[in-house]
C-alpha cells in the first residue's frame, strides 16, 4: 500500500484477525453492530408480514392448493405414487410432512378479519388456530405467490430453484478445490433427499437459507473477509432461520455455509484461529436465532396483549426435554440421537457413507494423513448435529422424519475431514511397509471397538390395536388402564385414542404402582393433532410382574373429550387388562400404539451399518488428533 489511507486500512484488517481470536474482543468490538442488524430485522420482518396480509387470497388457487394435500395424505412418501399417511413412524428417508404443509397454507391464506398488524403477530389458520410464538414469516413470500400459483405449480417452482443453487454452487467449488469436494457437495444434497426437500416446503427453507447462503458466502468471498463480516453474516442467517422455518433442521444454516467457507478458504491459519472461527460464528448465529425469536414472542405480548411469551418459555422447556415429558433423562436423549441417525440405514444412503469411508480407509493405506490445521473445526462442526439432539431430545425424537436431515452438517464435516486429510495438498508422503501395517493395525482395532458398542443398539418394536371395530365414549374426569408385564421393558413412545375440538388444558398422563406416582406426562391440547391418536415420549421403565396403573384426566379443557375404546376381540397390546372410563369398566383395550425400547435383536444390516458409523467416528478422532502428543507424542503443530 502507498497511502495512507491505505495503510490505516491494512492495520484496521491486522488489528480485526488478531481480535478474532478473541471472543470477548469480538463482543466488545460489534455488539452495537449487531444489534442494530437485529432490530432491522425485526422491523423489516414485521413490516413484510403485515404488507404480505393486504395480499388478497386467490381463492382458486387455495382451493387446489388443499386438495393436492387431501389426496396425498398427511405423510406420504414420495417414491411412491399411492396416496398414505401412515409413514409417520417409519425410518423412510423420503416422507413428507403435508400436515406441516398445510399449516403454512391455511396460515398463508388465512382470511380472518383485523389488522395486518394483528394477523402478522396472530399468525391465525381454520386449521392450527393461533401459532403465535413463530414468526411464520414464509408468509411474506407464499401469500404473494399463491395469488399467482397453486401449490403443485410452487413444488415446481421450488425445485427448479434448488437444483439452480446446487449447479451453482457445484461450479464455484469443483472451480475452487476439485472434483472431490464436488462430489461431496453432491453427496449432502442426495442425502438430504432432493425430491422429498423440494416438494415439501416445511423442509425448503432451511435448505434455501442453508446452501442459497453459501452461494452467496462463497461468491463474494472478498466482501465477507473484510472488517468480521463473515459474524454479520451467520448473525443474518441464525435470524432468517428463526423467521422462516418451523423448527425443522435449523442447524443447517449455520453448518453447511460455515465448513465449505473454511473448506475453500486459501488463507494459512492455525488450528486454534479455525475453531475460535467455529465458536464466534456459532455464538453469533445463536444470538440472531434466539434473539429474532425472542423479539416475536415480545411484539406478540405487546401487540395481542396476552402472554405470548409465558407460551413460548413453555414451549423451550417441552422441546428440549427439560419439562417432566419423560425424555429428560441422559438415555431418552441419547435414543434421540440413534433413531435419527437410524434413517441412514435406508440401502442407497447406506451404499453412499459406506463408500465414503471405504475409499478413507484405502487412502489412508496408501499415504500418510494431512496435518491440516482445518481438521480440528471440521470435527467440532461434526459433533455439533449430537449435541442439538441431545439437547432438544424431545422434540428430535419425535419428529425425526424430517430432523435426521441436521445430521448433513456431521456428514459433510466428516466427507471434510476425509478429502482434508489425504488430498493432494500439503504433507502427503506414500505410508512404508512398516506403516501400513501399523494403519491396518489401527483400522483393526477400530473394527472391533466398533462393533463392540454396536452391541448397545436397542431396537423395540412397535405395536397397535388400532382395528375396524371401536367405540367412542366421552370422557367426563378420567381414564384408568391396569398393567402387568410379563418382562422388563421400556415404553418410548404412547398413542393415545384421545380427541377433543379444545386447544385450552392438557391431558395429565401418570403413571402409578399401587399408591406412588412414579411418572407424570403432560399432553397440552393446542400441540395435538386433530385426528384421534395422540403421541407423547414417557420413557417409562417397567419391570416384569408389577401391577401398574394408568390413569389419563383432561384438566382446564372447555370442550368434552373423546376416547377411542377398541373391542375385545382387538386386545393386541400385551399387559393391558383392563380399561375403565370415568368409572365404568369397559371391554377391550383404550386405542393405543406402543414403541418399546428394550434389547431387542437388531437386524444385521442395522448392526453393520451402526459398526461403520463407529469406524468412521473412530477414525475422524484419530485424524483429528493426528500429529500431537496426545495421539503420537509428537510435537504440537
Known amino acids: 500500500m502507498t497511502t495512507e489511507e491505505d495503510g490505516q486500512i491494512d492495520g484496521e484488517e491486522m488489528e480485526n484477525r488478531q481480535g478474532e481470536g478473541s471472543i470477548t474482543a469480538l463482543i466488545r468490538k460489534n455488539t452495537a453492530r449487531y444489534a442494530m442488524i437485529l432490530v432491522l430485522g425485526i422491523v423489516l420482518g414485521i413490516l413484510l408480514l403485515s404488507l404480505a396480509y393486504m ?73 392450527a388456530g393461533s401459532y403465535s410464538y413463530y414468526w411464520h414469516g414464509y408468509v411474506a413470500i407464499l401469500r404473494p405467490l399463491l395469488f399467482f400459483f397453486d401449490f403443485s405449480e410452487i413444488r415446481i417452482l421450488n425445485s427448479a430453484c434448488q437444483i439452480l443453487i446446487i449447479l451453482l454452487l457445484g461450479w464455484l467449488i469443483g472451480r475452487e478445490k476439485g472434483k472431490g469436494y464436488v462430489l461431496a457437495l453432491a453427496t449432502s444434497y442426495i442425502l438430504m433427499n432432493p425430491r422429498t426437500v423440494s416438494m415439501g416446503l416445511q423442509y425448503s427453507w432451511t435448505f434455501h437459507i442453508a446452501y442459497g447462503g453459501t452461494l452467496v458466502l462463497l461468491s463474494k468471498r472478498g466482501f465477507f473477509e473484510q472488517k468480521q463480516r463473515i459474524f454479520c453474516f451467520f448473525l443474518i442467517e441464525g435470524m432468517l432461520t428463526s423467521y422462516l422455518d418451523l423448527l425443522t433442521c435449523p442447524l443447517l444454516t449455520w453448518g453447511i455455509p460455515l465448513l465449505w467457507w473454511i473448506i475453500t478458504q486459501r488463507q494459512e491459519r492455525g488450528a486454534s484461529e479455525w475453531i475460535k472461527t467455529v465458536v464466534q460464528s456459532g455464538c453469533v448465529w445463536i444470538a440472531g436465532y434466539a434473539g429474532m425469536w425472542a423479539a416475536k414472542w415480545a411484539a406478540a405480548t405487546i401487540i395481542l ?81 449430537l449435541v442439538w439432539y441431545v439437547v432438544l431430545s424431545n422434540h428430535t425424537m419425535i419428529h425425526h422424519l424430517f430432523t435426521y436431515r441436521i445430521f448433513g452438517v456431521s456428514i459433510l464435516a466428516f466427507m471434510a475431514l476425509a478429502l482434508e486429510s489425504v488430498g493432494e495438498t500439503g504433507e502427503n508422503l506414500k505410508l512404508s511397509g512398516g506403516g501400513r501395517a501399523a494403519m491396518a493395525g489401527l483400522f ?15 431396537e423395540g418394536p412397535s405395536v397397535t390395536n388400532c382395528g375396524e371395530d371401536y367405540q367412542v365414549m366421552q370422557m367426563v374426569k378420567q381414564v384408568e388402564m391396569e398393567v ?37 406426562n403432560t399432553l397440552y391440547l393446542k400441540d395435538c393433532n386433530s385426528g384421534n391418536l395422540q403421541r407423547f415420549s414417557p420413557w417409562w421403565n417397567l419391570k416384569s410382574g408389577r401391577a401398574y396403573r394408568i390413569t389419563v384426566e383432561s384438566v382446564g379443557t372447555d370442550a368434552p373429550v373423546q376416547v377411542w375404546v377398541e373391542e375385545a376381540k382387538d386386545m393386541f397390546l400385551p399387559g393391558f387388562e383392563t380399561v375403565s372410563v370415568d368409572g365404568v369398566e369397559k371391554e377391550g383395550q383404550m386405542m393405543m400404539g406402543i414403541r418399546y425400547m428394550d434389547r431387542y435383536h437388531v437386524p444385521d444390516e442395522v448392526r453393520l451399518f451402526i459398526t461403520l458409523s463407529w469406524i468412521g467416528i473412530f477414525m475422524s478422532a484419530a485424524c483429528t488428533l493426528y500429529g ?4 503420537w507424542n509428537r510435537k504440537r503443530m
Open 444 to 458: 483393526g482395532a477400530f473394527a472391533v471397538l466398533a462393533y463392540i458398542c454396536s452391541l448397545w443398539a436397542k
Open 305 to 385: 396483549r396476552r402472554n405470548v411469551i409465558g407460551t413460548a418459555i413453555e414451549e423451550v422447556f417441552l422441546r428440549s426435554g427439560a419439562a417432566k415429558t419423560g425424555t429428560d433423562n441422559l438415555t431418552a436423549r441419547w435414543n434421540a440421537v440413534y433413531v435419527n441417525w437410524r434413517h441412514y440405514t435406508y440401502k442407497v444412503y447406506f451404499v453412499v457413507l459406506a463408500g465414503w469411508l471405504l475409499w478413507w480407509i484405502f487412502r489412508s493405506l496408501q499415504k500418510k494423513w494431512n496435518k491440516s490445521s482445518k481438521r480440528y473445526a471440521f470435527f467440532l462442526i461434526g459433533i455439533s448435529s
Open 484 to 520: 402387568t408385564f410379563p418382562c422388563d421393558t421400556i415404553i418410548a413412545e404412547m398413542d393415545l385414542g384421545l380427541q377433543s375440538e379444545s386447544e385450552q388444558g392438557q391431558y395429565e398422563v401418570e403413571l402409578w404402582e399401587d399408591d406412588k406416582l412414579k411418572a407424570r
Open 55 to 127: 395480499v388478497p387470497v386467490n381463492t382458486e388457487n387455495r382451493d387446489v392448493s388443499y386438495a393436492v394435500l387431501e389426496e396425498e395424505g398427511w405423510y406420504p412418501r414420495t417414491s411412491t405414487v399411492s396416496s398414505a399417511d401412515d409413514y409417520f413412524l417409519s425410518f423412510y428417508p423420503d416422507v413428507l410432512d403435508n400436515s406441516s404443509d398445510k399449516i403454512m397454507l391455511t396460515i398463508a391464506m388465512d382470511t380472518s378479519e383485523g389488522r395486518p398488524l394483528v394477523r402478522a403477530m396472530e399468525s391465525f389458520s381454520d386449521y
Open 628 to 631: 500431537t502428543k496426545v495421539l
